[in-house]
Nanobody, 119 residues
Framework: VQLVESGGGLVQVGGSLRLSCAATGDTFGFNGMGWYRQAPGKQRELVAA????????NYADSVKGRFTISRDNAENTMNLQMNSLKPEDTALYYC?????????????WGQGTQVTVSS
């Protein structure tokens, strides 16, 4: 499984970016996908997640109302629409996919895409 992120970049405060994650390889049976971010000197944190089957979503409190996660099953992609960006959104954003097989959990990660919000 390979996850490749795209769409990061430099944007001014209040601007928008759309991140995409393309999944290739053995992508059958993902149970959930999500976006995480890690700022310098901080731990990686969950930004948004989506359940593949039911489509339910979950967001970090800090991004609720500003970010929207979506999944295109046909294209095997996942997107994160980020609006009203703030300097504290600056981080390396990672795509994650999880597959559950019995009692085992398999987690896959992309290489990350940098988002920088300038004031």
């Amino acid at each position: 499984v390979q996850l490749v992120e795209s769409g990061g970049g430099l944007v001014q405060v209040g601007g928008s970016l759309r991140l995409s994650c393309a999944a290739t390889g053995d992508t059958f049976g993902f149970n959930g996908m999500g976006w995480y971010r890690q700022a310098p000197g901080k731990q990686r944190e969950l930004v948004a997640a989506i359940v593949i089957g039911g489509g339910s979503t979950n967001y970090a409190d800090s991004v609720k109302g500003r970010f929207t996660i979506s999944r295109d099953n046909a294209e095997n992609t996942m997107n994160l629409q980020m609006n009203s960006l703030k300097p504290e959104d600056t981080a390396l954003y990672y795509c994650n996919a999880v597959r559950l097989l019995g009692t085992r959990e398999y987690s896959y990660w992309g290489q990350g895409t940098q988002v920088t919000v300038s004031s």
